[in-house]
C-alpha cells in the first residue's frame, strides 16, 4: 500500500509538472502564434499598413516610432493606445507623445479588419509589432520575423511615458542609461535611432541647436535648416516639420550615419551618438556598411519587442484598441 501510495504521489506530482511547463510553453512569444485561430492576420494587417504608407510615406516613421514609445512604457503592452477615462491617464497626452506621436488611426483600422476576421483574437500589442515590421519594408528597410502572443494591458502610465522615454534634450550616457533600463544595449540604441532616416521632427525640437552655433553642427547644414524653421517661437513656428535626413528623406538607408559623422543631426539626441564618445565606432561602422545595420535593426527590433510582454492569462485581448473591453 506504502508503494502504491509513493507511485500514485509520484505520478501527480509529474502531471502538476507537465501541467506547468505546458502553461510555460503556452505562454512564450511565438511566430506562429495566429497560425490556427487566425491565419489570415498578417495578410490583413499588411495590406492596411501597405496603403497607408502609399498614401502617407512618412507614416513608415511614425508607425515604427509608435512601437517604441509603446515598449518603452510598461512594456510592449499597446497602453499606448489607450484614451483618457476615469481610471486611466493616457500615455497620448504625455510630453514625449502629445502632438508627437501618429498613426493611431492606422493601427485601428488594422485593428477593425482583422476583428472581422477573427473577433477578440488577436491582440492591438501584436498588431503594433506587425506594423512596424511591414511598415519597415514598405519604405525598402529590412524585414523580420515577428513574434507573436501578446496581450494588451488594462491600464496605462503618463507618469512612466514621462520618466522613461528618452528625450531630443539627453546626453549620450542618459540615452544609454535609458536603453540598458529596459534591456537594451548601446549598439542596440545606436541601431534603433537609425530609424530616424525616414523620420521627420518639430521645429520646436531642434530650433536651439540650429541657432545656437556650437562646434557640433555643421555650419551650412544649419544655416539650411533655419530657413524652415523660424528662430521666432509660436504654436505655427513650433510645428513646422523637417526631414530628420535631407539626402534621402523616404528610404530606410545607412545616410543617417553618415550624416552624423558631417555634424548635420538634426537633433542634439542625435548627434550625440557620433560626438567623441564610446558610441562613435558603431555609427561608423554603419555608415559603411548598410547590410550589418539592417540586420542588426531587425535583431534590435525583435529585442524590443520582448520587452515585459504580457502572455498566457496576463492582459486580455481589447475588441477596440483605445478602451478596455
Not at 544655416?223 to 534621402?248: F, Q, Y
Not at 542625435?270 to 565606432?281: A, H, I, K, M, Y
Request: hydrophobic content about 35%.
Amino acid at each position: 500500500m506504502r508503494n502504491r501510495s509513493i507511485s500514485s504521489t509520484m505520478m501527480s506530482s509529474f502531471v502538476v509538472t507537465l501541467l506547468l511547463l505546458g502553461t510555460l510553453c503556452n505562454a512564450q512569444l511565438s511566430s506562429t502564434f495566429y497560425d490556427s485561430a487566425c491565419p489570415n492576420a498578417l495578410s490583413t494587417i499588411r495590406k492596411v499598413i501597405r496603403t497607408a504608407v502609399s498614401k502617407e510615406r512618412r507614416m513608415a516613421a511614425s508607425l515604427i516610432r509608435l512601437h517604441f514609445h509603446d515598449c518603452f512604457v510598461q512594456g510592449c503592452d499597446a497602453s499606448i493606445l489607450l484614451d483618457e477615462t476615469a481610471t486611466i491617464e493616457s500615455e497620448k497626452t504625455a510630453r514625449p507623445n502629445d502632438n508627437s506621436v501618429r498613426g493611431y488611426e492606422v493601427i485601428d483600422k488594422a485593428k477593425a479588419e482583422v476583428e472581422k476576421v477573427c473577433p477578440q483574437v488577436v491582440s492591438c500589442a501584436d498588431i503594433i509589432a506587425v506594423a512596424a515590421r511591414d511598415a519597415s519594408f514598405a519604405v525598402s528597410g529590412p524585414s523580420w520575423t515577428v513574434k507573436l502572443g501578446r496581450r494588451d494591458s488594462t491600464t496605462a502610465s503618463r507618469s512612466l511615458a514621462n520618466s522613461d522615454l528618452p528625450r531630443f534634450t539627453d546626453d549620450l550616457q542618459t540615452l544609454i542609461s535609458r536603453f540598458g533600463n529596459k534591456g537594451l544595449t548601446a549598439r542596440d540604441m545606436v541601431t534603433l535611432s537609425g530609424a530616424h532616416t525616414i523620420g521627420q521632427a518639430q521645429c520646436s525640437t531642434f530650433r536651439d541647436r540650429i541657432y545656437n552655433n556650437a562646434s557640433d553642427i555643421n555650419t551650412g547644414f544649419a544655416s539650411t535648416r533655419r530657413r524652415g524653421c523660424p528662430s521666432t517661437i509660436s504654436a505655427e513656428n513650433d510645428k513646422k516639420l523637417a526631414a530628420l535626413d535631407l539626402v534621402t528623406p523616404n528610404s530606410f538607408d545607412y545616410n543617417y550615419f553618415k550624416n552624423l559623422i558631417q555634424k548635420k543631426g538634426l537633433l542634439h539626441s542625435d548627434q550625440v551618438l557620433f560626438s567623441g564618445g564610446s558610441t562613435d565606432s558603431i555609427v561608423s561602422e554603419y555608415s559603411k556598411n548598410p547590410t550589418t545595420f539592417k540586420s542588426d535593426f531587425a535583431a534590435a527590433m525583435i529585442k524590443m519587442g520582448d520587452i515585459q510582454t504580457l502572455t498566457g492569462s496576463a492582459g486580455i485581448i481589447r475588441k477596440i484598441c483605445s478602451v478596455v473591453n
